[in-house]
């Protein structure tokens, strides 16, 4: 069975939401909506207080090549444009609407058909998805259009769909792969005309039986060119690098694009998200995101519209558990403590975690004995107990000869560590400082 060769480790998968279908969830009197959804510059909003909308209104234009624009979730009345404080407690602008009934823009196709044929041409695809503001949806935000225009020199030579979710608890993309698998297949095939390639790969980790096989039988009725691809279980599959290597055995160099494989990679939520903008002209304003957790008695996956405060998340499933000493949204390797509830979810929100005191329970550190178990964990070949201890003494220099840059932060060095070495914080502000520094270089 097929893996990313280098490091990995594997933690307890927890999929315990995996069988709750997906619901949508009610629309809050109010929502709070973002002008930081993606990855790059913050949109710049084009509507003005008192202005009414519909769902699917234009509400903000990507300010920049790096940036995408925005739309309302809902049908209302612009309240205010001000900061609100995002997860993590940081002001970010955004766009508070009012909300009455739910009136949609006439140009969304709202019926449950599936449209097969896809009549638009490859600029007018790539052009669409930008237009509807879809942003990649594992995790990194990264406007979907950009990875669809690679530069001259790459040769793109397939698409690979990822379906991994290794991440432990997640289980949005599962239940969107056993929900709108046809849909996530014609995305596939959007993602392979809008790139003129003519392969496509659906990546799936064998803890996903189910999904493996339906989505194999859709393949086979309907999509000849994809092939669904079973994945040994190991964490980070989901990495884009490392799928990269899982699927097509081929390795992205250090400071190079993905695309340099050939392989242009794209989340299953991405490509539900690609049919939608491209076969339904829906832009992306609402996602799935997964509430879960040992110590909740709610393990749901839910349709929630951009915008909707967790705490209304939080609340609509009988409250915050009592036991909850952590609340993470995203999963429990990569994603973000919330600090704030009253904030809103944004495109990307995948996952309303709590986690247990005991699950958040900080071992206290030791020395390092030089086991180089995070040397063997680490899935980009790098010295984990090295750029920390060069981290720590802050030496720049050395920790970019040591490819500090090269870390995607998965927590593998850390989660294998012995000696509780908090590895991955130091390594984090490590690279985030030298990045600074080499992004200021002049260029040649
Ligand atoms: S967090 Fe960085 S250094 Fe640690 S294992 Fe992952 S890639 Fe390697
Ligand atoms: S895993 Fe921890 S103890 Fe072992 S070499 Fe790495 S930093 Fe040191």
Not at 92 to 104: A, M, P
Not at 115 to 143: D, N, S, Y
Not at 192 to 221: F, Q, R, T, W
Request: with cysteine.
């Amino acid at each position: 069975m097929r893996t990313f060769k280098l490091g990995g480790v594997h933690p307890a998968d927890k999929k315990i939401s995996k069988d709750a279908k997906i619901e949508k969830l009610p629309i809050p009197e109010v929502v709070y909506i973002s002008m930081g959804q993606h990855l790059g510059a913050p949109a710049e909003p084009c509507v003005a207080v008192g202005d009414k909308v519909k769902v699917g209104t234009l509400i903000a234009n990507a300010a920049g090549f790096v940036s995408a624009p925005v739309h309302s979730s809902v049908s209302g009345t612009v309240k205010q444009i001000t900061a609100i404080k995002d997860l993590a407690g940081k002001p970010s602008k955004t766009v508070v609407i009012e909300v009455e009934g739910d009136e949609w823009e006439e140009s969304i196709d709202r019926s449950s058909d599936i449209v097969r044929e896809i009549k638009l041409g490859q600029k007018e695809i790539v052009e669409r998805i930008k237009c509807c503001g879809v942003v990649g949806l594992g995790g990194a935000t990264f406007p979907t259009n950009i990875k669809l225009s690679p530069p001259p020199t790459a040769k793109p030579t397939c698409v690979i769909i990822n379906g991994a979710e290794c991440e432990p608890y997640l289980t949005s993309d599962y239940r969107v792969m056993m929900e709108y698998g046809e849909q996530v297949l014609i995305g596939g095939e959007i993602l392979m005309k809008a790139l003129g390639v003519d392969k496509c790969y659906v990546g799936i980790e064998e803890n996903k039986p189910e999904a493996i096989s339906h989505l194999k039988e859709l393949a086979s009725k309907n999509h000849p060119r994809i092939e669904i691809v079973k994945l040994k279980k190991k964490y980070p599959q989901g990495g884009e690098k490392q799928l990269i290597d899982a699927v097509i055995k081929k390795r992205v160099p250090s400071g190079g694009l993905p695309v340099d494989t050939g392989a242009v990679v794209q989340n299953v939520g991405t490509a539900f998200a690609v049919y939608e903008a491209v076969q339904k002209n829906k832009p992306l304003f609402e996602g799935v995101l997964t509430v879960t957790g040992d110590c909740s008695n709610a393990q749901r996956n839910f349709f929630h519209r951009v915008g909707t405060p967790l705490s209304f998340i939080a609340k609509y499933c009988g409250g915050i558990p009592a036991e909850a000493a952590k609340i993470v949204s995203g999963g429990p390797m990569m994603g973000k403590a919330v600090v704030n509830m009253e904030a809103p979810t944004l495109k990307g929100s995948s996952s309303i975690l709590y986690l247990t005191k005991k699950q958040t329970l900080r071992h206290q550190e030791s020395n390092c004995i030089r086991c180089s178990k995070c040397v063997s964990a680490c899935p980009m070949g790098l010295e984990p107990y090295l750029l920390n201890k060069l981290g720590r003494v802050g030496m720049m220099d050395e920790l970019e000869a040591h490819y500090v840059y090269d870390c995607i932060e998965c927590g593998c060095c850390q989660f294998t560590c012995p000696a509780y070495i908090p590895l991955l914080d130091t390594i984090r502000q490590s690279k985030a400082a030298v990045m600074k520094i080499m992004r200021a270089r002049p260029k040649k």
